[in-house]
């Protein structure tokens, strides 16, 4: 997706039609992840979810699920494996398809496939001929991120 927006930056693609398609293929293979845990889990969960521990951790996630599903979904399609064990899990445990998994999902889709042809095109217009400044942000928010992530771990645990 980030290809694609550094594509609509140089004028080479449409920038909505690069964020409509990058949505409808999110939300195409979360569905299809979505059927794949409701219709094919069977199987799984007898393989992986037969003891009573494993039975606890796929009651834990139909609570969670059913307390938090919306910005469940949100997030986890931000996270690359998380979106896949999310939408199959949520199949698995027959969470409400239309009336929940549909709305949330969309949502979540749409702003992922924003976020990621933006990021694409605003970087494909900010650094275009600078890749070394782009590589060097890039890291500078990354242990940013790892910095704050540590400090909020540390005043948790004390």
Not at 141 to 155: D, F, K, Q, Y
Request: glycine share 14%; aromatic share 12%; net charge positive.
């Amino acid at each position: 997706m980030i290809v694609c927006g550094i594509q609509a930056a140089r004028g080479h693609l449409s920038l909505p039609l690069v964020i409509l398609i990058a949505a409808a293929g999110a939300f195409a293979g979360d569905n299809t992840s979505y059927a794949g845990g409701r219709f094919l889990g069977g199987p799984i969960q007898r393989r992986f979810f037969d003891g009573e521990k494993a039975q606890g951790r796929l009651e834990w996630a139909k609570g969670f699920l059913a307390n938090r599903g919306g910005s469940v979904f949100l997030v986890a399609r931000f996270i690359p494996a998380g979106r896949t064990a999310t939408t199959f899990t949520a199949g698995l445990i027959h969470y409400r398809w239309l009336m929940r998994f549909v709305p949330f999902d969309l949502i979540a889709c749409v702003a992922w496939a924003v976020y990621c042809t933006l990021l694409g095109y605003l970087g494909g217009h900010t650094f275009e001929n600078r890749p070394l400044l782009a590589l060097l942000l890039a890291f500078g928010i990354a242990l940013g991120v790892g910095a704050i992530a540590e400090v909020v771990r540390r005043r948790r645990a004390s």
